[in-house]
């Protein structure tokens, strides 16, 4: 059974910085790219950014510039840091993993979600 479970989130003021960690566990082969994305309020779900194994990022225009991501040396631990963010920015964020389990199968897989609220 795989879980990934974020930490962090919560209310950060206007031009503030969020920091987000995901980490991954359980039964697993290999987890491949690992990344976060959101959700706002009547919206549908955006990427804001991912990271493979050969640590390339990948980073939309509305994140590029103002949000890092990394990951940890085991693979197993993904972290997002956004400076700058705007009332905009605030929406459910979720740890994404794509991972390699024991069959042979490439699937998708999800946190649970946290809450980032921009306001002061």
């Known amino acids: 059974q795989v879980q990934l479970v974020e930490s962090g989130g919560g209310l950060v003021q206007p031009g503030g910085t969020l920091r987000l960690s995901c980490a991954a566990s359980?039964?697993?082969?290999?987890?491949?790219?690992m990344g976060w994305f959101r959700q706002g309020t009547g919206k549908l779900r955006d990427l804001v950014a991912t990271?493979?194994?050969?640590?390339?990022?990948n980073y939309p225009e509305s994140t590029k510039g103002r949000a890092t991501i990394s990951r940890a040396a085991t693979k197993n631990t993904v972290y997002l840091q956004m400076n700058g963010l705007k009332p905009e920015d605030t929406a459910i964020y979720y740890c994404y993993a794509s991972i390699l389990d024991y069959t042979g199968r490439v699937r998708d897989y999800w946190g649970q979600g946290t809450q980032v609220t921009v306001s002061s």
């Open positions: 359980g039964t697993v082969f290999r987890i491949d790219t």
């Open positions: 990271i493979d194994n050969g640590d390339y990022t």
